[in-house]
């Protein structure tokens, strides 16, 4: 299963990015899809996390701003991103279970 991450840009602060990851195949039984993401000389860190049963869990610094949501039957998980800050400049990857996407890249200028 290949997982292909989209919508990452350049945009100015207090701007909206919706981030999309399609798996190649159905994914059905995962217990954990989420968002992870990494800035430059930064560990990668846990953006959002939707597991089994609709438990979600998001960062501190993203939290009210930034939304995960998955569609089984499309393959996909979401993350929409709001009032975006500088500070979430970083590579964004997916993942679907114990599978990665490539990562897509995210800028936000003040």
Known sequence: VQLQASGGGLVQAGGSLRLSCAASKKVTVTNRVGWYRQAPGENRELVA???RGGIIEYAASVKGRFTISR???EN???L????LKPEDTARYFCHIGHYWGQGTQVTVSS
């Not at 929409?80 to 009032?83: D, L, R, T």
């Open 76 to 78: 996909t998980v979401s």
């Open 49 to 51: 996390s939707m597991m």
């Open 80 to 83: 929409q991103m709001n009032s």
């Open 71 to 73: 569609s089984v039957a």
